[in-house]
C-alpha cells in the first residue's frame, strides 16, 4: 500500500525531563509533513522541504490548523472499572469494598468483559490515548477478553490478570499456583502476538501471599521481557496494613524488591509513601513511579512528590488510574499533576507534562523509539490535537505567546473534545465529530 503523509503542526520530544525544560529536547515543525507508510513513521520534516520529494503514490492529508503529536501513553489504569468510575467512599480501602471488589466479580463472564473492553478501548482512543498499562480482573478471561479487542483495533496494549490470593472477597480469589500458572498461559498466549504485551499483575502486597509473589518475582526472572505492574504506598491506612502484614521489611517498596520485583519495565501506581532510600532503588532498578493524580486527589490519597522522584533519577509517568481516576482524559491528568506540583511549591511545564505522556513513558517502559515519538522508524501511533476545539480553547490560544502557553492553555482546558482524530499503527481508529 502507498504512503500517507500529514500536514499539520508537529511536536515530539527528544530526551530527559530537564532538557525538555530548556526546551533543548523539543522538535517543533509550525508547517510540518509526517510520512507514514505501514503503520510506521517513514519521514517527518517541514512541509516545504518534504513535499517536493513525495512520490505520485503518496496523498496528503491536510490537517492545517491541528497539532500532530505522538498518542497518550497512560501507564495505569483498571478497565474492569470503567462502570464505577465516580463512586464516592471514604478513602481507597472503603472503595476498594463497596464499589470495586463486587465489581470485578462480573468479569468472570467474558461477554461482559468483552463489552466493557470495546466501549474502554473507544474511549481511551477518544481521548487521545494509544498505549496503557491495564488491570484486567482475577479471572483470566478478562484478560482474555481485554487481549482479543485490544489485537482486534491493532493498539499497543500492556495488561495483565490481576493475582490476589488473601484478604479479598473468596469469590476474587485464585491461588499461589493457579495465578502463576494462569499468569504463564496468558503471557504464552498474548505476549507478543501482534502488538499486545502482558504484564505480571500482583494487585497489592496485602492481597498477595509471600508464596505468591515468590511465584511472581520467579516468572519475572523467567520471562525478562515481559511487564510487571502493582500499586506501591498510596494511601497511610493502606501503609499500616503492609506493615502488620510483612513486619519484617525495611518499607514496602522493600517487599516487591526481595521477591525480584523491581526492574526495568515494572511499573508501581502511586509511590506516595515512599522515603529516599526507596526512591534511590527505584531509580537504581530502572522501575516506573507513576503519577495518578485525579486519584490521588479522589480517594484523598496524598501528593505524589514530583520533584524528589525526579531529583532521585526516578523514572515517572502519568496514570488515570481509572476507576479511582475521575477522569480518562491524560490532558485532564497533567492540568492535575499540574496543580498537585503546585500545592508543594513546584512548577511542572506543559513541555515537561506532555513529555511525560510521551516519549517520558516510552522511555521509563522501555519502549524508547517504538512508541511516544513521531522520529522515524517509530510505529505510526498519533493524535491530532485541536488548539480550537472549544470556544474557550480558541479565544485563549489566540492569545498565547509562545508554544508552551499554547500547550499550557490545551491540556488546562482540554479534554477529549480537544482529540480531533487518534491514529493507531497508522490506522484512523477515532475522528470527532462536528459539533456545534
Ligand atoms: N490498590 C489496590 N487495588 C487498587 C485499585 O484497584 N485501585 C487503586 N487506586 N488502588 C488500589
Ligand atoms: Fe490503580
Not at 484486567?136 to 500492556?158: D, I, K, N, W, Y
Not at 516468572?219 to 521481557?225: E, M
Not at 482524559?329 to 512548577?347: D, F, I, K, P, Y
Not at 505567546?401 to 490545551?410: I, K, P, Q
Request: proline letters at 4%.
Amino acid at each position: 500500500d502507498g504512503k500517507i503523509a500529514y500536514r499539520a503542526q508537529l511536536l515530539y520530544f527528544t530526551a530527559s525531563p530537564e532538557q525538555i525544560a530548556d526546551g533543548d529536547a523539543t522538535v517543533y515543525l509550525p508547517d510540518g509533513l509526517l510520512v507514514v507508510h505501514d503503520g510506521h513513521v517513514a519521514q517527518i520534516g517541514d512541509y516545504q522541504a518534504l513535499a517536493a520529494s513525495l512520490g505520485a503514490d503518496t496523498s496528503v492529508v491536510d490537517w492545517r490548523g491541528k497539532l500532530i503529536m505522538p498518542g497518550f501513553i497512560d501507564t495505569h489504569l483498571h478497565y474492569p472499572q470503567t462502570d464505577i468510575i465516580a463512586s464516592p467512599a471514604e478513602g481507597l480501602l472503603p472503595w476498594l469494598e463497596t464499589y470495586t471488589f463486587p465489581e470485578e466479580s462480573r468479569f468472570q463472564n467474558s461477554g461482559h468483559a468483552a463489552r466493557t473492553a470495546q466501549f474502554f478501548l473507544d474511549e481511551l482512543l477518544r481521548c487521545g490515548t494509544t498505549t496503557a498499562l491495564v488491570y484486567c480482573t482475577v479471572h483470566p478471561e478478562s484478560a482474555e477478553a481485554f487481549f482479543e479487542e485490544s489485537h482486534a483495533r491493532q493498539l499497543r496494549m500492556v495488561a495483565g490478570k490481576v493475582m490476589m490470593d488473601r484478604n479479598c472477597p473468596d469469590y476474587l480469589q485464585d491461588t499461589a499456583e493457579s495465578g502463576a500458572r494462569d499468569s504463564e498461559a496468558l503471557i504464552q498466549r498474548w505476549h507478543g502476538k501482534g502488538r499486545q504485551m502482558y504484564a505480571l499483575t500482583p494487585r497489592f502486597a496485602p492481597t498477595s501471599t509471600p508464596e505468591q509473589l515468590g511465584l511472581c518475582g520467579e516468572l519475572a526472572q523467567r520471562y525478562q521481557d515481559v511487564f510487571i505492574q502493582s500499586h506501591l504506598a498510596e494511601n497511610t491506612a493502606e501503609m499500616e496494613w503492609v506493615k502488620q502484614l510483612f513486619p519484617d521489611h525495611r518499607s514496602y517498596l522493600d517487599i516487591y524488591d526481595h521477591f525480584g520485583l523491581l526492574r526495568r519495565r515494572a511499573a508501581y501506581g502511586h509511590c506516595i509513601w515512599l522515603d529516599e532510600t526507596d526512591r534511590h532503588r527505584m531509580a537504581e532498578t530502572g522501575t516506573l513511579a507513576v503519577h495518578c493524580p485525579t486519584s490521588n486527589l479522589f480517594l484523598g490519597s496524598g501528593l505524589f512528590d514530583f520533584a524528589a522522584a525526579n531529583a532521585a533519577g526516578v523514572p515517572v509517568g502519568l496514570g488515570t488510574d481509572v476507576g479511582g481516576g475521575t477522569s480518562f482524559s491524560m490532558l485532564q491528568t497533567m492540568a492535575a499533576a499540574h496543580n498537585v506540583a503546585r500545592m508543594s511549591g513546584h512548577h511542572l511545564s506543559a513541555h515537561t507534562l506532555f513529555y511525560l505522556a510521551t516519549e517520558g513513558a516510552a522511555q521509563g517502559l522501555d519502549l524508547g523509539g517504538q512508541i511516544g515519538t513521531l522520529a522515524p522508524g517509530a510505529e505510526a501511533d498519533f493524535i491530532v490535537l485541536d488548539p480550537q476545539a472549544t470556544p474557550l480553547l480558541a479565544r485563549r490560544t489566540a492569545r498565547a505567546d509562545s508554544l508552551e502557553e499554547m500547550l499550557f492553555a490545551l491540556l488546562t482546558l482540554g479534554d477529549d473534545r480537544a482529540v480531533a482524530a487518534t491514529y493507531a499503527a497508522g490506522r484512523l481508529r477515532h475522528e470527532r465529530s462536528p459539533s456545534v
